[in-house]
C-alpha cells in the first residue's frame, strides 16, 4: 500500500460494496417490476451479484491474510480464487435461468413501455456505479487483491448495463420500440453469463499457479540483474497467491566466489526484490556458477530437468 490511509479502505471495501450494492439492487428490484421494466429488473442481479462478491470479499480478505500454520504452510491466500470460482458458476447459472424467460417474453411479441421512473433509477445506477468503479479499482490497486478487481470490474459493467437499461427505456417511449426493454435484459443475460466465464476462467488460473504477468517478470528478472556480483539471472518462476506474486529465482555468479559470498549475494537479490517489486510475497534466490553449478543448486536443477 502506498498510503496509510489505504488501510481503511481495505478493511471497509467489502462492507461498503456490500451496502452499496444491497441499496441498488432492491431499488432496481422494486422499481423494475412497479414500472414494468424487463431490463431494470435484470439490471438488479448486476448489483445482486456484487452484494454477493462484497460478501465473499469480506471473507476472503479475512481469511486470505491469516498467517502459515502447519496444515497451510503456503498461506490462504487461495482462498479468495475459491470464491471468485463461486461467485462464476452463480453468474452462469442465475442469469442462464433469467435469459430463458426473458427470451420466451421476446419470442412472445407482447410488449409495454415501461414507466419512466425506470429511466431516472437507471441514471441515478450509473452515477452510484461511476463512484464505486472508481473507489474499488483504487483499492484493488493498493491491495492486489483478485477479488476486489474483480468487484471493481463488476461495477464498471454495471455502469454500462444501466446505461443500456436507461437507453432501453427511451426507446420504448419515445421511438415506439416497447419491445427494446425487453431485448436489453436479453442482451444483459448474456453478458452477465459471459461474465461469469471470465471470472471462473481468471479464478481457475490462479488455482492452478498461474505466473504473474509478463511485465511483473521482466521487471523482477531485471532488479536482480541490477545486484552487484549477478552475472545472469538464469531462471525466474512466479505464482499468484492470492494478493501475493511469490517468486523463485536462480543467479548465476563468479565461479571463483565462494559458497559465503555467493549467499550473500542472493540475500542481496531477495532485498532488493522485496523493497522494489509491489505485492511481492515470498522470494527465494538460489546460485550458481557460470560455468557449473555449486552444491546448493545441483539438487533444484535436477528436480527441475526431471519435471521437464
Known amino acids: 500500500m502506498n498510503y496509510s490511509k489505504c488501510v481503511v479502505c481495505y478493511r471497509a471495501v467489502g462492507w461498503i460494496g456490500l451496502a452499496a450494492n444491497l441499496a441498488l439492487s432492491i431499488l432496481k428490484l422494486v422499481v423494475g417490476v412497479v414500472s414494468g421494466s424487463h431490463a431494470l429488473v435484470v439490471d438488479a442481479l448486476y448489483s445482486g451479484k ?9 471473507l476472503g480478505l479475512r481469511l486470505a491474510k491469516q498467517p502459515i500454520d502447519e496444515e497451510h504452510q503456503f498461506g490462504h491466500g487461495k482462498a479468495e480464487f475459491l470464491y471468485s470460482v463461486v461467485i462464476g458458476l452463480a453468474l452462469i447459472v442465475t442469469t442462464g435461468l433469467v435469459l430463458y424467460f426473458e427470451a420466451g417474453k421476446l419470442i412472445q411479441g407482447v410488449h409495454q413501455a415501461p414507466h419512466l421512473i425506470a429511466l431516472w433509477t437507471a441514471i441515478f445506477a450509473v452515477g452510484a456505479n461511476v463512484l464505486l468503479t472508481l473507489y474499488t479499482r483504487c483499492v484493488a490497486y493498493q491491495i492486489n487483491s483478485p477479488m476486489v478487481a474483480v468487484l471493481s470490474k463488476h461495477q464498471k459493467s454495471d455502469a454500462i448495463a444501466s446505461v443500456a437499461v436507461a437507453l432501453g427505456i427511451i426507446g420504448s417511449h419515445y421511438l415506439g420500440m416497447p419491445w427494446l426493454d425487453t431485448l436489453v435484459a436479453v442482451g444483459e443475460c448474456v453478458d452477465l453469463g459471459y461474465m461469469g466465464g471470465e471470472v471462473c476462467a481468471h479464478a481457475i488460473r490462479g488455482l492452478m499457479d498461474a505466473s504473474a504477468p509478463e511485465e511483473v517478470v ?31 529465482l536462480v543467479i548465476g555468479v563468479d565461479p571463483e566466489l565462494s ?13 532488493a526484490l522485496e523493497e522494489s517489486i509491489t505485492h511481492l510475497g515470498e522470494v527465494s534466490v538460489r546460485f550458481k556458477s557460470v560455468s557449473g553449478s555449486l552444491p546448493e543448486l545441483d539438487y533444484v536443477l535436477r528436480e527441475r530437468e526431471a519435471l521437464t
Open 218 to 248: 521482466m521487471q523482477i528478472q531485471d532488479r536482480a540483474g541490477l545486484i552487484a556480483g549477478v552475472k545472469k539471472v538464469e531462471i525466474v518462476q512466479t505464482r499468484r497467491v492470492g494478493q501475493e506474486i511469490w517468486a523463485s
Open 259 to 271: 559458497v559465503y559470498e555467493a549467499k550473500q549475494i542472493s540475500l542481496a537479490v531477495e532485498k
Open 50 to 58: 456484487d452484494v454477493v462478491t462484497s460478501f465473499l470479499i469480506i
